[in-house]
């Protein structure tokens, strides 16, 4: 039986047909994903469920009869909640309190035991594990995530909407957050869950339907789906979900890093001994667990964070002792790990943002001042060359996508013609065509004969790409392994500290 | 300007003082929410009497409508307040005063401008020139520059300045004799000390004084002062000290604390808008403290014994009196005791009459020219 | 994103839409006002328009009035791209008043020269004042430059005072105010009492902020840092220098603004001298959105305030209070905008589809990600 339809939901905005006829029904019981790119309309759809919006056309029937939702509290009152992908909780605030807020009985006060009481046995029926004394600060990200699914079971939802939920967790917390999905389920909880990651979406879902542009593509039966499949429906073309690596010779040594030791902002050491050498023509990628140095690695060797040991040389050269600046100059792009607080001005206009490194520039600060029309050429040329959307250089960089705003990043750091590019979590939030993009062009870098060091947390990416894998645990590269025959079992044990470095395998 | 675009009636004069209080925004708000509770009956009734209901508009409509009350002369008077606002429980106020009796009593058209920086100075007076006012009243020494900047360009309209002096043939300079009224105050203070009479008198036979800046104005009142409290107190201790201007009242009422701390148990204010701070410090320490410029009585009852007053409202007044008569003459004219330009507030109840009869005698002998007060600080 | 065209829209007017929309509502706020404290609110507000561009003298007195807000505004502007806060504007301003005046007495020169080297006292010691004290502390110790600067204000206010109270600038005589500057150092006025050349200072200083600020590789490395601090060090931009640089140029323009002042309109410098423009200067620098034609444009707003408030009191007995109100009901919407912008995001424009996070809306909320 089905709990919820949406039956030909359209909405407008202008200039966007950000719905157009959509079509979707939830079973009770069922997980059903909804699959898509970043602006495909998912998160339209579901503000048309929860009352955010009105839509323009369609209806909206909940067991069987039609409703007009005209808010979130009409939408929780029938049954409906909500996690949003950015969590609606105040940190100093107790768990209880949190959920209570907005719902009291009273303006002024409530029944704080009895309240406490719901909270610890809904926890309990659906194995949530949340204390509701707790701190919500004090929580982690996975553990706020339940404070605010069970304040949707605190207005007593049935249908629970979940929108991007794996992106702020890390993969243990994801598969708790699936086990707890499953518990829901067999209670009769319906779940939507939105999301543009496709092995997630097959792993938990009963049916998926795609979404692109606004439109419903297909709903499938997630048994049955293949991620080929579903990539090319999201994108709307054949993708290369793994990409082709033809194999290629490593040229000479471009970087080399000799007994490297960084201290991070805080002064505590976080990078200890390190050496590794990177050629031309090679992918060397990074392997770890969040928080074992590579990010303090990447911006020593950007020469943003100071060396406080060991000796690094680009082609030969010694370059410790040279600025950020200088660095650039030598040959070194970098992709900072966050794009938006680190790689872009996002106030500032495509064209600022290319020219980021360019502030000495003759080029483009001639005497009289920025030649704008110069500088506007030459983003609209790397613009074009990178298929950045919309092409338009005077556009602030923060109304990009994710996927455009790391395409200006690629095209910036790519476009100097760099000897070395450093690529932190490159595709860290984008979805499937972006990421293809991305990956095309640290593998034509490599085809171009240049050195790329590629430090991901994701270990599929760092298995796809690389040439050879090193492996950071607590700030000591523990293994250095060819590329082609690292196992994902092989890195695990390497990343967690589980397996000793074999002597042979590290690579001075 | 069209005035016409403004409502001309009553209601208008009645609302100006009350919104036109120092406190701004706030005061503002709450005159929102005043007139909409009460209507503007209750805004008439915050006035207090002695001050102008009329106003510039109402009085403005008088004289164009030739109807006003009394002898209307048809003489026009513009006055502009200094930074410190026409509301300054001062100098600013009395001239104000002054202006509105003359306004009533010798039917004459005011207007009463307060500068909001000391750049307006000069395009106040101006204006009001401008607008053909046949007198214009700068209120404040610190006007000096402006008067002299703009008195030559109107050579038909007559400019008094107060406190101080400017020598151009349509300027009228109104200096006052204020050391004579700090003579009175510090003889009065110097008599509670040897002979008490009050219950917070401390014994200890130290007076203190708050001034604002060290500028003629304030130090011939604490000249005076310090004189007055000599002869009635010859052994007597008198602390000086100076905020440094004349609007940090927080200021003003920990140095009063200090000098309270220190033995003093009355506090001579010669710091205008600041003097609150002092009677807050008073009050406070249970002590005793003395007004300046006008009766300040008003702000702190039970504190204030008596205050030195310099009559700018007197000034003022008998300056259009005297433009009306014809009589009016530039130059210096000088305000003191002999012509009631300056004088003593009436004292606090309780102060014994002993007292008081014996500064009277004081203020005779100074009228009668056998004593004579000295502007200049003892420091 | 395909939503991007509508946002652009947004982004290119809402620069000017912002600030005009808070002039706007600040005007009917203070309509309300009047009217309930029985004016008439369309006589008011005409009366202060008609009190600040009346005629022409009402013109030059209202852009008299704007000169040193425009150019103390333009330093803070400074301050303000660089990501910091210089709230002791109001002290440089008396640093370089004082600078200027003492050049402007103390030592005779020919007429343009003396003038030229009043200011360039001024704007020295205001920039040594702001830049070479907080900018150094700032840049070198992490010394919050609030505190700092405010804090230097106060010492500078203070000096000032007691070098024309008692101490060495004391004009001879009984008054607390220093001597008068020469002619040599006096600025022509343009109309009278006091439209002064500061005028052309103030435009000057405008149109060279403008080409630093969007045309030049300093003003590239400055808006930066500070929008993106963490950026600017990846391209290789020394964040401490800029940040020395910025407080210093805020600190001369601000002197700059006082010897203006000094030459062309007060002629010599006294206790209440002040008259809180660093302070107004900061509503200003946010009402021109830190461009500094829009500071030229806000500073002449608030002079047509100050000189229409005056005005209003003289012709219509309208209190010049009410002017103040509607000064502060300004600044508040200009502070407000944040919500302004926020409730406009929240109901006309599509929330951006499912993707990156909208930051800072609700700071006390915890985020989700990382």
Redesign the interface.
């Known amino acids: 039986m089905n709990v919820l339809e949406l039956k030909g939901i359209t909405k407008r905005f202008p200039g966007v047909l950000a719905n157009d006829h959509v079509s979707f029904e939830l079973a009770e019981g069922e997980v059903h994903a909804i699959l898509g790119e970043n602006g495909a309309g998912k998160s339209t759809l579901m503000n048309v469920l929860y009352g955010l919006y009105e839509p323009d056309e369609g209806e909206i029937v909940l067991n069987g009869t039609p409703v007009r939702l005209s808010g979130p509290r009409d939408a929780i009152a029938h049954g409906i909640g909500m996690v949003h992908q950015h969590f609606m909780l105040i940190g100093a605030m107790t768990v209880t309190e949190n959920i209570i807020l907005g719902d009291e009985p009273t303006p002024v006060w409530y029944h704080r035991r009895e309240a406490e009481e719901r909270i610890r046995s809904l926890s309990e029926q659906y194995h949530l594990g949340v204390d509701p004394h707790a701190r919500i600060e004090s929580l982690p990200v996975g553990l706020q995530q339940r404070v605010e699914i069970l304040k949707a079971f605190y207005r007593q939802a049935h249908i629970l909407i979940l929108d991007e939920p794996t992106a702020a967790l890390t993969p243990q917390e994801s598969e708790e957050l699936f086990s707890i999905i499953r518990h829901l389920t067999q209670q009769g909880i319906s779940v939507i869950f939105i999301s543009h990651k496709l092995d997630e979406v097959l792993q938990i879902a009963d049916r998926v339907t795609v979404m692109r542009r606004g439109v419903a593509e297909a709903t499938l039966s997630a048994r049955d789906a293949t991620p080929q499949q579903l990539a090319n429906l999201m994108v709307g073309r054949d993708v290369v979900l793994r990409v082709e690596k033809p194999p290629q010779e490593a040229g000479e040594v471009l970087l080399s890093v000799r007994h490297l030791q960084v201290a991070g902002r805080d002064g505590v050491e976080r990078v200890h001994d390190v050496s590794f050498n990177v050629r031309a023509g090679e992918i060397f990628g990074i392997a770890g667990v969040e928080g074992n140095g590579q990010f303090e690695l990447a911006e020593a060797l950007a020469g943003v964070l100071p060396v406080s040991g060991g000796q690094l040389l680009l082609a030969g050269k010694a370059i410790t002792s040279m600025s950020a600046l200088e660095r650039a100059r030598a040959g070194i792009g970098y992709i900072p790990e966050d794009r938006s607080t680190e790689g872009l001005i996002s106030d500032f206009s495509i064209t600022d943002n290319f020219l980021l490194k360019e502030w000495q520039n003759p080029r483009f600060f001639g005497p009289l001042g920025l030649r704008r029309s110069v500088a506007e050429a030459y983003a609209l040329e790397e613009m074009e060359a990178f298929d950045v959307r919309p092409r338009d250089p005077r556009l602030p960089a923060g109304h990009l996508s994710g996927g455009n705003q790391q395409k200006v990043i690629l095209a910036r750091e790519v476009s100097r013609s760099p000897q070395l590019l450093i690529a932190a979590q490159p595709t860290r939030g984008l979805d499937v065509g972006a990421i293809e993009f991305v990956h095309q062009q640290l593998l034509r870098l490599r085809e171009a004969g240049r050195a790329v060091l590629l430090i991901s947390l994701e270990l599929d990416e760092i298995l796809t790409l690389s040439d050879r894998i090193g492996v950071l645990y607590g700030g000591r590269l523990v293994a250095v392994v060819p590329g082609e025959t690292a196992t994902r079992e092989q890195l695990g044990g390497y990343m967690t500290g589980a397996t000793p470095a074999q002597e042979e395998g590290v690579v001075p | 300007m069209e005035a016409g675009a403004i409502p001309k009636e009553g209601k208008l004069g009645q609302m100006r003082h009350f919104k036109r209080g120092t406190i701004g925004f706030i005061g503002a708000s709450l005159a929102v929410l005043l007139a909409a509770c009460g209507g503007s009956g209750s805004a008439g009734s915050t006035n207090t009497p002695s001050q102008q209901s009329n106003s510039a508009a109402a009085s403005q409509a008088a004289g164009e409508g030739t109807s006003g009350s009394g002898t209307a002369s048809g003489l026009k008077v513009g006055l502009v307040a200094d930074v410190g606002g026409l509301h300054d429980h001062s100098f600013n106020q009395s001239a104000d005063d002054g202006l509105m009796r003359a306004q009533k009593e010798l039917g004459i058209q005011a207007t009463a401008v307060q500068s909001q920086r000391p750049e307006d100075y000069v395009t106040n007076l101006s204006n009001l020139a401008q607008q053909g006012d046949q007198l214009v009243i700068a209120v404040g020494f610190n006007m000096t520059d402006a008067v002299q900047q703009v008195a030559p360009q109107f050579p038909k309209t007559h400019f008094l300045l107060i406190d101080s002096t400017v020598n151009l043939p349509n300027v009228t300079s109104a200096l006052f004799k204020s050391e004579q009224a700090g003579y009175l105050v510090g003889a009065l203070s110097g008599l509670l000390e040897t002979k008490g009479g009050l219950p917070h008198l401390n014994g200890q036979n130290v007076v203190g004084v708050i001034g604002g800046q060290e500028i003629p104005p304030v130090d011939s009142y604490i000249a005076g002062f310090q004189q007055g409290f000599k002869q009635t107190d010859p052994s007597g201790k008198v602390l000086l000290r100076y905020v440094g201007n004349f609007t940090d009242t927080a200021a003003g009422e920990q140095l009063a604390s200090l000098e309270i701390s220190q033995g003093t148990d009355i506090v001579f204010q010669v710091a205008g808008p600041v003097g609150q701070g002092v009677f807050n410090a008073a009050s406070q320490h249970n002590a005793y403290a003395i007004g300046v410029d006008s009766d300040e009585s008003y702000l702190a009852p039970n504190v204030v014994l008596t205050s030195a007053i310099k009559r700018v409202d007197v000034a003022v007044f008998d300056t259009i009196k005297a433009l009306q008569d014809n009589s009016l003459q530039s130059g210096v004219s000088t305000f003191e005791l002999k012509n009631d330009g300056v004088g003593m507030a009436p004292p606090m109840k309780g102060i014994p009459q002993a007292i008081v009869d014996q500064v009277n005698q004081l203020k005779q002998q100074i009228v009668a020219g056998q004593i004579t007060v000295s502007p200049e600080v003892q420091k | 994103?395909?939503?991007?065209?509508?946002?652009?829209r947004w982004?290119a007017i809402g620069g000017v839409f912002f600030p005009v929309l808070s002039v706007l509502l600040a005007l009917v706020v203070g309509s309300?006002?009047a009217a309930?404290?029985?004016?008439?609110p369309?006589?008011?507000i005409?009366?202060l328009v008609?009190?600040a561009f009346?005629d022409p003298t009402r013109i030059a007195?209202t852009l008299?009035?704007a000169i040193p807000l425009m150019i103390v505004g333009l330093g803070v502007a400074v301050t303000f791209q660089a990501g910091l806060f210089n709230i002791g504007a109001e002290g440089q301003y008396w640093i370089g008043a004082l600078a200027a005046t003492y050049v402007g007495y103390a030592i005779s020169l020919p007429p343009i020269l003396h003038i030229l080297a009043c200011f360039l006292a001024a704007m020295i010691a205001a920039g040594i004042w702001a830049g070479l004290i907080p900018g150094l502390a700032k840049a070198y110790r992490g010394a919050n430059e609030v505190i700092t600067t405010m804090m230097l204000s106060y010492v500078a206010i203070?000096l000032g005072?007691y070098l024309v109270?008692?101490g060495p600038m004391k004009a001879p005589g009984?008054?607390?105010q220093s001597p008068i500057i020469a002619p040599s150092a006096t600025l022509p006025i343009l109309v009278?009492?006091?439209f002064s050349a500061g005028i052309f200072v103030a435009i000057v200083a405008a149109a060279v902020l403008w080409?630093l600020f969007?045309?030049?590789?300093w003003g590239?490395?400055l808006?930066?840092i500070g929008?993106?601090p963490?950026?600017a060090?990846?391209?290789?931009?020394s964040v401490a220098r800029q940040y020395v640089l910025a407080l210093g140029v805020s600190g001369m323009l601000a002197g700059l603004a006082g010897a203006a002042?000094i030459l062309g309109?007060?002629?010599?410098i006294?206790?209440?001298?002040s008259?809180g423009y660093g302070y107004t200067a900061i509503a200003v620098a946010l009402l021109g959105r830190n461009n500094p034609i829009g500071v030229v444009l806000a500073a002449i707003l608030f002079g047509a305030l100050?000189?229409g408030?005056?005005?209003m009191?003289?012709?219509?007995?309208?209190?010049?209070?009410?002017a103040?109100?509607i000064e502060?009901?300004i600044v508040f919407f200009v502070a407000a905008e944040a919500i302004i912008r926020w409730i406009q995001g929240r109901f006309h424009?599509?929330?951006?589809?499912?993707?990156?996070?909208q930051h800072a809306e609700?700071p006390?909320?915890?985020?989700?990600?990382?």
């Open positions: 994103m395909s939503a991007g065209t509508p946002v652009r982004g309300i006002v309930a404290t029985g004016y008439n369309l006589g008011t005409g009366a008609d009190g009346g007195a008299s009035a203070y005072q109270e008692s009984t008054l607390p009278q009492p006091q080409w969007y045309r030049s590789s590239y490395q808006r930066t929008r993106n963490v950026a060090r990846y391209a290789g931009m002042q309109v007060q002629h010599r006294y206790d209440s001298f008259s100050t000189t408030g005056q005005m009191q003289i012709n219509a007995g309208v209190d010049a209070q009410l103040n109100v502060g009901l424009l599509p929330r951006r589809a499912s993707g990156r996070p609700t006390a909320v915890v985020e989700g990600e990382r």
